[in-house]
Nanobody
């Protein structure tokens, strides 16, 4: 069974930082593109960041570009999202996702709240 588990969310003040982690099992992790998404209450789920299988190619939503960094450690089957200069509008549930064999596999999500 493919399983993704996010962790690292929490409550931070505006301007603060968090590092989210995604642990993946049940698939050949190093061969798959990985993505981070987020969803705020009452809003659509949006794509935040993308990373290629070897980690050499990344892309970001305009809203987080320059503040967030996606990375992966294939030896540990882990993906990360370093979030700096956090803003209240970054408040959301963050999900990691893998697409494999035409199917999307999602983690359970981790909550990030940015508030003073």
């Amino acid at each position: 069974q493919v399983q993704l588990v996010e962790s690292g969310g929490g409550l931070v003040q505006p301007g603060g930082s968090l590092r989210l982690s995604c642990a993946v099992s049940g698939l050949p992790f190093s061969t798959e593109t990985m993505t981070w998404h987020r969803q705020a209450p009452g809003k659509e789920r949006e794509l935040v960041a993308v990373i290629s299988p070897a980690g050499g190619i990344t892309s970001y939503a305009d809203s987080v570009k320059g503040r967030f960094t996606i990375s992966r450690d294939n030896a540990k089957n882990m993906m990360y999202l370093q979030m700096n200069s956090l803003k209240p509008e970054d408040t959301a549930t963050y999900y990691c996702k893998v697409r494999r064999g035409g199917n999307d596999y999602w983690g359970q999500g981790t909550q990030v709240t940015v508030s003073s």
